[in-house]
């Protein structure tokens, strides 16, 4: 009887471990889009997001950045990111792909768990910015790569959180 159960036991935990690494095998990246209008003209939402100092005040987590490489917002400069999630710190390293001055920016986010491509453009909408942020994650192995899967919801939330963070801020509200 025993053997039984712990027979049972063995193969519930095997189905487990299949039914979570699955995805992780077989999806391609985690991708996510959002949107939000920042009711203020384009050029002063470009100031607000090209503000590094103020970045704590509307990303979740943020401590602090710095440059390592290159020249500050330009192509190919590379910062060390320091985020806070539960007591632990998390380093990134950013690398600035596109740097479209008063429209937008793209870099690419990588440390050993993860690297991300995340594309932000600003629309102008006369009196008001349409911000348009563009993420495609990828985990650096297969555990990695099946949690984002299962996390997926969570990630995009933490987006959108992050994103009308940043309107409230950018708004001066």
Known sequence: MIKK??????????????????PGVFSGDLENETRVVVEKPRQDVWEKFRDESKMGEWLEGFK??????????????KHRITFENDGQEIEMIQTMTKFDKGEGFAFNLANDVMYSDIDVRLVDK??????????????????????FYWLKSTMAENSLRNMNSFKKYAEGA
């Open 64 to 77: 602090s950045i710095k440059i390592i490489e290159g020249e500050p917002q330009t192509v190919g400069s």
């Open 126 to 147: 006369g009196l008001v910015t349409e911000v348009i942020q563009k993420e495609k994650y990828h985990g650096q192995n297969v555990f990695w790569h099946s949690l």
């Open 5 to 22: 159960i712990l027979l049972g036991l063995v193969l519930l935990f095997v189905l487990a471990v299949i039914a979570f690494f699955t």
